[in-house]
């Protein structure tokens, strides 16, 4: 296999109809966007070309949009997001009543908006949903050591909601929530199917700026506040979510 190293993506897509573009690293750096890239996705669009972003943010797709607009990035740049939060809230809304610990920080509570996930402590836990690090500014994977090794020995599954081990923030590397399973070693839910299957078949594709394909038709209701614990969303989180537990 011949590697080809060229300047400029019109360099690569002659005959191409769409486009799959990461976004974390090509589109923005966490805390700017690139404007030659973001120019070079909007005009491969108006030469008639569809382009899809695709990441591992532990979000919903409309979430990564309105990140996407403060850093400047114009809707008119991409076709549709796909986000492996998405596919996360598939997994949760497939497991209604089963007790899961979740593992992240409580900026990325969007994950479970319209769901009626059944929060637990980890030992009391069916699986495991981790979006990330509880404080990536001064925690590594090496922290968490005992808590994975906790929950191998109990063989719990594990949803890693965004399978970066590190990423690009500014000219800094944070460590992600795919760092988590190198620390136990791996093996939660290795020898489970996983369910992967599925999830593939289902990937849901969504225009934020159009009706919703994949997950529901419509937004699902807001979960009802009147029972469990709600955990009110950190600032800088989508208003109004609540987390019921």
């Not at 920080?105 to 836990?125: F, K, T």
């Not at 990330?132 to 020995?153: C, F, H, I, N, V």
């Amino acid at each position: 296999m011949t590697l080809r190293f060229v300047e400029r993506l019109r360099d690569l897509v002659d005959g191409v109809e769409v486009i799959l573009s990461d976004i974390w690293g090509v589109v923005h750096n966490g805390l700017e966007s690139f404007p030659e890239a973001c120019e070079a996705l909007h005009a491969y669009r108006k030469s008639g070309g569809t382009v899809i972003l695709i990441t591992n943010a532990p979000r919903p797709a409309d979430s990564v949009q309105r990140q996407l607009q403060k850093l400047g990035v114009a809707d008119d740049t991409y076709d549709a997001i796909v986000s492996s939060g998405d596919l996360t809230r598939l997994y949760v809304a497939d497991h209604p009543g089963r007790k899961v610990f979740w593992l992240g920080p409580e900026r990325d509570n969007s994950i479970y908006r319209g769901l009626s996930p059944v929060l637990s402590p980890l030992e009391e836990a069916d699986y495991i949903v981790c979006t990330g690090l509880l404080d990536d500014e001064t925690e590594s994977a090496e922290d968490y050591r005992p808590m994975m090794k906790q929950a191998l020995a109990r063989k719990l599954t594990l949803i890693c909601a965004n399978p970066d081990i590190v990423v690009e923030r500014g000219d800094r590397l944070i460590y992600c929530a795919g760092a988590r399973p190198r620390a136990g070693d791996w093996g939660l839910g290795a020898h489970r199917s996983y369910r992967r299957p599925r999830l593939r078949h289902r990937l849901p594709v969504r225009d934020p700026r159009h009706s919703f394909r994949g997950i529901r038709r419509h937004r699902p209701a807001r979960p009802d506040i009147s029972q469990g614990t709600v955990r009110s969303p950190a600032e800088g989180d989508d208003p109004g979510i609540a987390v019921v537990g």
